[in-house]
């Protein structure tokens, strides 16, 4: 099936740091979502996108959809060793019955 | 957020039996639910759209005869496994729509055919 392409695949960060992550995609996207996922349990939602250009914060997180609808970074600043799992980016297709694409996915981890 | 549940959160089954998994949007209804599998180290795919009253779309090489989805409520989506096979372990998530194109998922099914 079809995956977005995100990068990077993991990173080995020290507590405190700033994290960066994004996505991007040959396809144009109607809504950007990030997923946070720990082992064993569902994605949870973190940050939704629904316009070009749209920046959104959500406490540490910071999230934007870019202007070309066709990519979107994550910003995780002053990380914690709870931000440890894998986060993932999720698009959905413009004209689509609401489906969602997934990331390959990223890695994190936090010493602290 | 919305609150979605998944039953049994994980089974053990012998080869060729069928297991029914359940998810229910507790707090909202959804036309339209999502099964999704997700093998180890790996991102999740789509494996069908349930939709609540008509039969569920599923994605290219997905088996509908092996992947049995109903909808019959807008709380609740059933995937059946049918005749599993070890082949079919995974982890399996469902999610639901809630208003403007966001989707809310499950605990997942960790299953395991012996």
């Known amino acids: 099936g079809q995956q977005l392409n995100q990068s990077p695949q993991s990173m080995f960060i020290q507590e405190g740091e700033d994290v960066s992550m994004n996505c991007t995609s040959s396809s144009i996207f109607n809504t950007w979502l990030w997923y946070k996922q720990d082992p064993g349990e569902g994605p949870v939602l973190l940050i939704a996108l629904y316009k070009a250009g749209e920046l959104t914060s959500n406490g540490r997180l910071t999230a934007q959809f870019g202007i070309t609808r066709k990519d979107s970074f994550l910003n995780i600043s002053a990380s914690i060793p709870s931000d440890v799992g894998i986060y993932f980016c999720?698009?959905?297709?413009?004209?689509?019955?609401?489906?969602?694409?997934f990331g390959t996915g990223t890695l994190l981890a936090v010493q602290p | 957020g919305a609150v979605v549940s998944q039953h049994p959160s994980r089974v053990i089954c012998k080869s060729g039996t069928s297991v029914k998994i359940e998810c229910r949007s507790l707090?909202?209804?959804?036309?339209?639910m999502f099964w999704y599998r997700q093998f180890p180290k790996q991102s999740l795919m789509l494996m069908a759209t349930s939709n609540e009253g008509s039969k569920a779309t599923y994605e290219q090489g997905v088996e509908k005869d092996k992947f049995l989805i109903n909808h019959a409520s807008l709380t609740l989506s059933t995937l059946t496994v049918t005749s599993a096979h070890p082949e079919d372990s995974s982890f399996y998530i469902c999610s639901a729509n809630l208003g403007q194109n966001t989707q809310y998922f499950g605990p997942g099914t960790r299953l395991t055919v012996l």
């Open positions: 707090d909202f209804q959804a036309t339209t």
């Open positions: 999720a698009g959905q297709l413009s004209g689509a019955t609401n489906k969602l694409i």
